[in-house]
């Protein structure tokens, strides 16, 4: 059964940073991007990160680009999200997802469907003084 | 970015009912949409994906269509697991974006 695990929510100070973890497991992680989708308290879905299945492309959202950094560690079956410079709108659930399919590739081009499915449970990150 | 706008925000209906939720993107995404629901509390599932393509396990009772900046999601006979909210999602290009949402509820 394909898993994912999100861990590391919590209360962040304002300027502050955290580190989320997403711990995958039940397909083979390192054929797949991944993304994070965030929901703020009573608010609509917001994509804002995806990794590529080497971790060497990466995009984000414009809300947090230059403060959130995407990685993964193909070893470990692992995502993570490390959150710096925290800001109270930062205040949501955080989904771990990825696309229904494995990245596929055509010769020297590589691509990754931009929709989600499976998504964990997500884990609460509150940004407040 | 593209935008995308959902209408209505939100509706009421009965089991049994059709009901139909449109999206409408910014600019042209061609086929690239997606459409999720969402009960209070839970994750997103997707429904369907490049326009009109059911998940594996969603009941036919889902439909989706359109093409470049009008989309549309409809529900027939509407069942009482149906009652959600709903998002339309645009995967033509970074940043993905999603729709606010139509919520169904009982009326």
């Known amino acids: 059964e394909v898993q994912l695990l999100e861990s590391g929510g919590g209360l962040g100070q304002p300027g502050g940073s955290l580190r989320l973890s997403c711990a995958a497991s039940?397909?083979?992680?390192?054929?797949?991007?991944m993304d994070w989708v965030r929901q703020g308290p009573g608010k609509g879905l917001e994509w804002i990160s995806r990794?590529?299945?080497?971790?060497?492309?990466?995009h984000y959202a414009d809300s947090v680009k230059g403060r959130f950094t995407i990685s993964r560690d193909n070893s470990r079956g692992t995502l993570y999200l490390q959150m710096n410079s925290l800001r109270v709108e930062d205040t949501a659930v955080y989904y771990c997802?990825?696309?229904?399919?494995?990245?596929?590739?055509?010769?020297?081009?590589?691509?990754?469907?931009?929709?989600?499915?499976?998504w964990g449970q997500g884990t609460l990150v509150i940004v407040s003084s | 970015d593209i935008q995308m706008a959902q209408s209505p925000f939100s509706v009421s209906a009965s089991v049994g009912d059709r009901v139909t939720i449109t999206c409408r993107a910014s600019?042209?995404?061609?086929?690239?949409l997606a459409w999720y629901q969402q009960k209070p509390g839970k994750a997103p599932k997707l429904l369907i994906y490049?326009?009109?393509t059911l998940q594996s396990g969603v009941p036919s009772r889902f439909s989706g269509s359109g093409s470049g900046t009008h989309f549309t999601l409809t529900i027939s006979n509407l069942q009482p697991e149906d009652f959600a909210t709903y998002y339309c999602?645009?995967?033509?290009?970074?940043?993905?974006?999603f729709g606010p949402g139509t919520k169904v509820d009982v009326k």
């Open positions: 600019q042209d995404i061609s086929t690239w």
């Open positions: 999602q645009q995967a033509n290009s970074f940043p993905f974006t």
């Open positions: 490049d326009v009109s």
């Open positions: 039940g397909f083979t992680f390192s054929s797949y991007s």
């Open positions: 997802t990825r696309p229904p399919r494995p990245t596929y590739c055509s010769g020297n081009t590589c691509s990754a469907d931009g929709w989600f499915d499976p």
């Open positions: 990794i590529n299945k080497r971790g060497g492309t990466t």
